[in-house]
């Protein structure tokens, strides 16, 4: 099993198969959300997402940025696990306030 890293996204494969990932943004130079984390069914999901959380809050801690997450596993995993890096006002998962998807607003280009 190896970790890679790529901006934005962090990964652990073997053999060339994706076991599982994690994907943030970077709001800007002081702001980073903790998107998503997938692990794929029948893998140990506890112990790969931990593995990426883990690494994922020394990058954040490297980058000196405040975290805000997104990912309901995420959420859980830091409450018994408080970090520093941690925002303390977190976005919403759920109901009105939740983070919604911005629009991409593209016109139509195909020919009809």
Not at 1 to 25: C, F, K, V, W
Request: net charge negative.
């Amino acid at each position: 099993m190896a970790m890679t890293e790529n901006p934005g996204e962090l990964t652990i494969r073997e053999d060339d198969r994706l076991l599982a990932s994690l994907h943030y943004l970077c709001l800007n130079d002081t702001t980073w959300v903790l998107e998503q984390i997938f692990v794929r069914p029948a893998q140990p999901a506890a112990v790969l997402a931990e593995q990426l959380i883990k690494r994922f809050t020394q990058l954040a801690t490297a980058a000196n940025v405040q975290v805000k997450l997104l990912d309901p596993y995420a959420k859980r995993y830091f409450t018994t696990h408080p970090t520093d890096v941690l925002m303390a006002q977190q976005l919403p998962v759920s109901g009105a306030a939740a983070v919604r998807p911005v629009a991409l607003h593209l016109e139509h280009t195909e020919e009809e």
